[in-house]
């Protein structure tokens, strides 16, 4: 995501003169430096943003700046704005700024985690100020989902974050989970406008700065205690003797004045807009010239001026004139990054003003809302179209913005627009009602929102997993749509049903929709649907026919043809619909098609699944490593965009491969795992599939007591089951009967007959003991001898079963194996292999670059900064391991060793890790089994390695998460920074020159590559004079201009410019 209005990030100053208040000042500095989170809350107009940006002017204490308006409630917004604002104090905020126009609505609550650990890490104190906090805090935002999400993330800041110093100003106190205890732990303190009320002494200087008045004690206390020290009623008392002395000493103006302004009570409390509005009329606007009135005017319905901003308003070229004459003049304006806003309560006096012009009012609006649109400022434009009464421009804005925003993952951003809309349109309904509008215009003003709008209101509430509020919107579009309306709503009904895993509802759902009555479009849909639907249920040759004709419409669609995402759907559906079939050549034909569609479209997040049904193939055909290595990689892809429901489809399929290999303990690991994410989120299907696989895999496991927890948990699962579910629970409990002291062959052979039902869609490893199951049974009944031919069918189906699986037979059946071994001598060698004990599978899992992270066995490893990097210096060292004396002088940076340390060092990350690591004959390492380690600058070293391709790359960039070991310990300094340089260098080199490779045929992507490289490392000249060639060659001004001012910036930042040659070459492509 792009930030649109930088100036959120600086820190703003005044126009007007100011004074300096030291105690203010000192009371703020002691409890920003002493407390993890202070509070200013005071109404508007007491001077919070002035008190906080005279603190920073004189701080030694580094700060990030954030000021907040309506568009921060959305939550990828918010997170853009503050990882970019605290860039350069917290290690890994860029890397998660960079994947955060990628995360999906369901992956947002993971993402806050990651950025609450990401401040956790950060190793030096800083102070984040976000100023108008209140903006999230109206009664509006608690209706908008995703609002909570930030509030959670500052209250987990405000706990966890202990170099950060979190300062939030705002019109009332913020409503932070755990604020009451924090304060009452003296870890946090809050400010009310009492620590902001000016004393006489404040506004004696005051007058004498602003106004060149000397008041008297008597009078400075009188006009102090006559506004309880509100500074902006000092302010607009002390105007008034500027403008009008007439002849009059400024103090007797300030003397009689003081006879008219409001009480405490009445300025103080409610900030009485009455006196403040006839303050702004008498004393400000009157003395100004009309035409700067009406400049003042006109531009009140922007919240942030500039000349250009203001022409495109007025359709004039004078507004820079207008804007020096407001800094001239001091009015109530504030300045950040060259930009001004007008104070609240100014703005909203000059609005009044202007209302009193109806037509002008509403054309002014409606140039405001075409001005926002433009800039993409959604919100803001809606506030404009819907404040001038253009519902149809308000109405055309989101209509065209919903696909995009959805596509950006601004889910929120959509749902507080249609919340907007809503509202407009109910209180038009009460205008309309009791005549507020004239007799013409009523009829048309009393309606709801458009139906298709409902539509896609339904799918943004679907996006956020939010059913309840698509199922209802769905039922108003089909009440007040017409014909069509309604078919796409029950299309979309069943979608959603199938999201949910009801395929017989979502089956129900489409028998009522005319399929020979729909559009092209909306026939589409309902193939696309509808083979969803046929998938979930087993009906494979029904989907394929669906899906063919859903790709035969495509090309029909004007606005699909150029969209290699509808088609790679559809490939996908069609690839894994042809596997199922068993018609191998054609999956896989589809599904190389889908991949290639996904990577043309950049859409890596839906490129998971479609990797996800080429590894399920893969492994079907018993090609296991070729299996591993596409799920690992759509494993990164899902979980490095945020895409949950694809995670925990990736889970299981890997889990089933942990099973095929034979590695049972990882298997239910990783289904585990998968329950729990698909049981938060909701996705039935996912959690009946990674329950009865956790109920089939501890039954391999021998973990009986387990096997029957998994089962209590599985017949729990009251919705409508997949067929390779059933079938997978069906042979779980016929295992499971089994395994009774004295087993009800009866019910055994019920369940084995239930079981036979589902034949057809379960793996051949389970067919295979369906097959020692039917063996089994009529060896109970009659013998060996009955059991014989059953035993031939099944030995010959099971030639290609793994070790492990022979082994884990033999001990479930060991009498029929007995039986078997003298005709059968696989059955004797089982037997034999089911009597030792198996190898232990623990594995590790240690990830360094963005972020460091030890798993064992799956677990997380909490170790401290000095335990990391004595781990990481050993994984990099190898099996042969290092020199005792290099090891010390790379983690503890001295030259005179402890023994006794470094020995109680290794014993406590043996103790937390499990690896074995000593020290022997002068060097120490890791002498657990490498193959079991997993290290990711390992895999990434291995990968830069070998030339450059596009698999290569994309794994290379999901592995490069941000620097090496961040939040390194300071004694490790030397050897973590050379690393991380050189890691760096290496990766930003291969990236690069595949880009150059493919610079010919693959521009848009060459770019893209040499952009990711310079937002790592923006003073690298040369890619950036590649970058501008290309952009140039393909006639993209705006990116040439961007790189060499990016190059620029990034040099400025190291007191450097760029050379000679790259400035010649910037202007002659301009």
């Known amino acids: 995501m792009t930030l649109r209005f930088q100036q959120k990030l600086v820190v703003p100053t005044s126009a007007r003169p100011l004074i300096e208040r030291p105690n203010v000042l000192a009371q703020l500095d002691r409890a920003i430096r002493s407390k993890r989170v202070v509070a200013l809350a005071a109404p508007a107009g007491w001077g919070k943003t002035t008190a906080l940006a005279q603190w920073v002017a004189q701080r030694t204490m580094p700060v990030a700046w954030y000021t907040l308006d309506s568009a921060d409630r959305d939550p990828h917004v918010f997170l853009d704005y503050l990882l970019h604002s605290v860039a350069d104090f917290v290690p890994g905020a860029p890397g998660i700024a960079a994947r955060l126009a990628e995360t999906t609505p369901q992956g947002l609550a993971e993402m806050i985690h990651q950025v609450a650990l990401a401040f956790a890490d950060a190793p030096e104190h800083f102070a984040l100020i976000l100023d108008d906090v209140h903006v999230l805090d109206d009664d509006q935002a608690q209706s908008i989902p995703g609002v909570s999400l930030v509030f959670t993330l500052l209250a987990s800041i405000a706990e966890y974050a202990s170099h950060c110093h979190l300062v939030l100003a705002s019109r009332t106190l913020p409503v932070l989970h755990g604020m009451v205890r924090m304060v009452a732990q003296q870890?946090?303190?809050?400010?009310?406008?009492?620590?902001?009320?000016?004393?006489?002494?404040?506004?004696?200087?005051?007058?004498?700065?602003?106004?060149?008045?000397?008041?008297?004690?008597?009078?400075?206390?009188?006009?102090?205690?006559?506004?309880?020290?509100?500074?902006?009623?000092?302010?607009?008392?002390?105007?008034?003797?500027?403008?009008?002395?007439?002849?009059?000493?400024?103090?007797?103006?300030?003397?009689?004045?003081?006879?008219?302004?409001?009480?405490?009570?009445?300025?103080?409390?409610?900030?009485?807009?009455?006196?403040?509005?006839?303050?702004?009329?008498e004393q400000i606007?009157?003395?100004?010239?009309?035409?700067?009135?009406?400049?003042?005017?006109?531009?009140?319905?922007?919240?942030?001026?500039?000349?250009?901003?203001?022409?495109?308003?007025?359709?004039?070229?004078?507004?820079?004139?207008?804007?020096?004459?407001?800094?001239?003049?001091?009015?109530?304006?504030?300045?950040?990054?060259?930009?001004?806003?007008?104070?609240?309560?100014?703005?909203?006096?000059?609005?009044?003003?202007?209302?009193?012009?109806?037509?002008?009012?509403?054309?002014?609006?409606?140039?405001?809302?075409?001005?926002?649109?433009?800039?993409?400022?959604?919100?803001?434009?809606?506030?404009?179209?819907?404040?001038?009464?253009?519902?149809?421009?308000?109405?055309?804005?989101?209509?065209?913005?919903?696909?995009?925003?959805?596509?950006?993952?601004?889910?929120?951003?959509?749902?507080?627009?249609?919340?907007?809309?809503?509202?407009?349109?109910?209180?038009?309904?009460?205008?309309?009602?009791?005549?507020?509008?004239?007799?013409?215009?009523?009829?048309?003003?009393?309606?709801?929102?458009?139906?298709?709008?409902?539509?896609?209101?339904?799918?943004?509430?679907?996006?956020?997993?939010?059913?309840?509020?698509?199922?209802?919107?769905?039922?108003?579009?089909?009440?007040?749509?017409?014909?069509?309306?309604?078919?796409?709503?029950?299309?979309?009904?069943?979608?959603?049903?199938?999201?949910?895993?009801?395929?017989?509802?979502?089956?129900?759902?489409?028998?009522?929709?005319?399929?020979?009555?729909?559009?092209?479009?909306?026939?589409?849909?309902?193939?696309?649907?509808?083979?969803?639907?046929?998938?979930?249920?087993?009906?494979?040759?029904?989907?394929?026919?669906?899906?063919?004709?859903?790709?035969?419409?495509?090309?029909?669609?004007?606005?699909?043809?150029?969209?290699?995402?509808?088609?790679?759907?559809?490939?996908?559906?069609?690839?894994?619909?042809?596997?199922?079939?068993?018609?191998?050549?054609?999956?896989?034909?589809?599904?190389?098609?889908?991949?290639?569609?996904?990577?043309?479209?950049?859409?890596?997040?839906?490129?998971?699944?479609?990797?996800?049904?080429?590894?399920?193939?893969?492994?079907?055909?018993?090609?296991?490593?070729?299996?591993?290595?596409?799920?690992?990689?759509?494993?990164?892809?899902?979980?490095?965009?945020?895409?949950?429901?694809?995670?925990?489809?990736?889970?299981?399929?890997?889990?089933?491969?942990?099973?095929?290999?034979?590695?049972?303990?990882?298997?239910?690991?990783?289904?585990?795992?998968?329950?729990?994410?698909?049981?938060r989120l909701d996705i039935a299907s996912s959690v009946e599939a990674a329950a009865a696989g956790a109920l089939w895999a501890a039954i391999l496991s021998d973990n009986l007591t387990l096997a029957q927890a998994w089962h209590d948990t599985a017949a729990s699962i009251v919705t409508p089951l997949q067929p390779e579910v059933r079938g997978r629970l069906a042979l779980a409990r016929a295992a499971l009967a089994l395994q009774c002291p004295h087993p009800e062959f009866a019910s055994f052979a019920s369940l084995l007959a239930e079981a036979t039902t589902y034949?057809?869609?379960?793996?051949?490893?389970?067919?295979?003991?369906?097959?020692?199951?039917?063996?089994?049974?009529?060896?109970?009944?009659?013998?060996?001898?009955?059991?014989?031919?059953?035993?031939?069918?099944?030995?010959?189906?099971?030639?290609?079963?793994?070790?492990?699986?022979?082994?884990?037979?033999?001990?479930?059946?060991?009498?029929?194996?007995?039986?078997?071994?003298?005709?059968?001598?696989r059955a004797g060698r089982a037997i034999a292999l089911s009597r030792t004990a198996s190898p232990s599978s623990v594995r590790w899992r240690i990830t360094t670059l963005g972020g460091f992270a030890c798993l064992v066995d799956g677990k997380p490893v909490d170790l401290s900064q000095l335990h990391r990097a004595l781990l990481v210096r050993l994984l990099d060292a190898g099996p042969q391991g290092l020199a005792v004396e290099r090891l010390w002088e790379a983690v503890w940076g001295d030259d005179v060793i402890s023994m006794p340390a470094l020995h109680q060092a290794l014993r406590r990350l043996r103790l937390q890790t499990g690896l074995a690591a000593s020290a022997r004959e002068g060097a120490v390492a890791i002498r657990s089994g490498w193959d079991a380690i997993e290290y990711d600058v390992r895999e990434l070293e291995r990968i830069l390695e070998t030339p450059p391709s596009l698999e290569s790359i994309q794994r290379a960039m999901t592995l490069y998460g941000g620097e090496f070991l961040p939040g390194a310990p300071a004694s490790a300094a030397l050897w973590v920074e050379a690393r991380r340089a050189h890691l760096q260098q290496r990766y930003l080199e291969a990236i690069e020159q595949y880009a150059h490779s493919i610079e010919q045929n693959l521009p848009q992507q060459a770019m893209f590559y040499y952009q990711h490289v310079l937002q790592i490392d923006g003073c690298r000249e040369h890619t950036a004079a590649r970058l501008m060639r290309l952009a140039a060659r393909y006639g993209n001004r705006t990116l040439v201009a961007a790189t060499f001012e990016h190059l620029k910036g990034s040099l400025r930042a190291l007191g450097a410019s760029p050379e000679p040659a790259t400035t010649a070459l910037y202007r002659q492509l301009t």
């Open 187 to 281: 870890r946090a303190a809050v400010f009310d406008y009492s620590v902001l009320q000016f004393h006489r002494d404040d506004t004696q200087r005051l007058a004498g700065i602003t106004s060149g008045l000397i008041l008297s004690d008597e009078a400075a206390e009188q006009l102090t205690a006559s506004v309880g020290g509100w500074v902006t009623g000092i302010v607009l008392s002390l105007d008034q003797p500027v403008a009008h002395k007439d002849g009059m000493t400024g103090q007797q103006v300030v003397d009689r004045h003081l006879m008219h302004v409001p009480t405490p009570e009445e300025a103080v409390i409610e900030a009485n807009t009455s006196q403040v509005y006839a303050y702004f009329a």
């Open 759 to 825: 034949e057809e869609s379960l793996s051949e490893d389970e067919r295979i003991y369906m097959a020692l199951l039917r063996t089994e049974l009529a060896f109970a009944r009659s013998g060996w001898h009955a059991a014989a031919s059953l035993w031939e069918q099944f030995a010959a189906r099971a030639a290609t079963l793994p070790e492990t699986l022979w082994r884990r037979f033999a001990s479930m059946h060991r009498p029929l194996f007995e039986a078997a071994a003298p005709y059968d001598p």
């Open 285 to 679: 606007l009157a003395p100004l010239p009309a035409d700067l009135q009406r400049f003042l005017e006109d531009t009140s319905v922007l919240h942030d001026l500039s000349p250009q901003r203001c022409d495109i308003l007025r359709s004039a070229d004078n507004s820079a004139e207008y804007l020096d004459e407001i800094r001239r003049r001091g009015l109530f304006v504030s300045s950040r990054a060259g930009w001004l806003s007008y104070h609240s309560l100014f703005r909203d006096y000059l609005r009044s003003r202007l209302a009193r012009d109806p037509q002008r009012c509403r054309q002014l609006l409606r140039s405001a809302g075409d001005l926002y649109a433009a800039e993409d400022d959604i919100e803001r434009a809606l506030d404009c179209y819907l404040a001038a009464g253009d519902d149809q421009h308000a109405i055309d804005l989101i209509r065209s913005a919903v696909p995009r925003l959805r596509q950006c993952s601004r889910q929120t951003t959509l749902l507080t627009c249609f919340e907007r809309l809503h509202r407009a349109r109910r209180t038009n309904d009460q205008r309309t009602a009791s005549g507020g509008f004239p007799p013409a215009t009523r009829a048309a003003r009393k309606q709801s929102i458009p139906p298709d709008l409902l539509l896609a209101e339904a799918r943004v509430y679907s996006d956020l997993a939010l059913w309840e509020r698509a199922y209802l919107a769905l039922h108003l579009a089909g009440a007040i749509g017409d014909a069509s309306i309604r078919a796409e709503a029950q299309i979309l009904s069943a979608e959603l049903q199938v999201l949910q895993g009801d395929y017989a509802r979502a089956q129900h759902a489409l028998r009522f929709v005319d399929v020979n009555n729909l559009d092209n479009r909306l026939r589409l849909e309902y193939h696309v649907a509808a083979a969803r639907a046929h998938i979930m249920a087993g009906e494979v040759a029904a989907a394929i026919t669906e899906l063919e004709r859903a790709h035969t419409l495509v090309a029909t669609l004007i606005d699909t043809v150029d969209n290699p995402a509808a088609l790679a759907d559809i490939y996908d559906n069609l690839g894994w619909a042809y596997a199922a079939q068993g018609d191998r050549p054609s999956a896989i034909r589809y599904l190389k098609r889908a991949d290639a569609c996904w990577q043309s479209s950049g859409n890596q997040g839906r490129r998971a699944l479609t990797l996800n049904n080429m590894g399920v193939m893969a492994m079907e055909e018993g090609r296991f490593a070729e299996a591993r290595t596409t799920l690992d990689l759509g494993l990164e892809i899902a979980r490095q965009t945020e895409l949950r429901r694809e995670e925990t489809v990736l889970l299981c399929s890997l889990a089933e491969l942990d099973l095929r290999e034979g590695d049972f303990e990882q298997a239910i690991q990783r289904f585990t795992t998968a329950h729990a994410l698909a049981t």
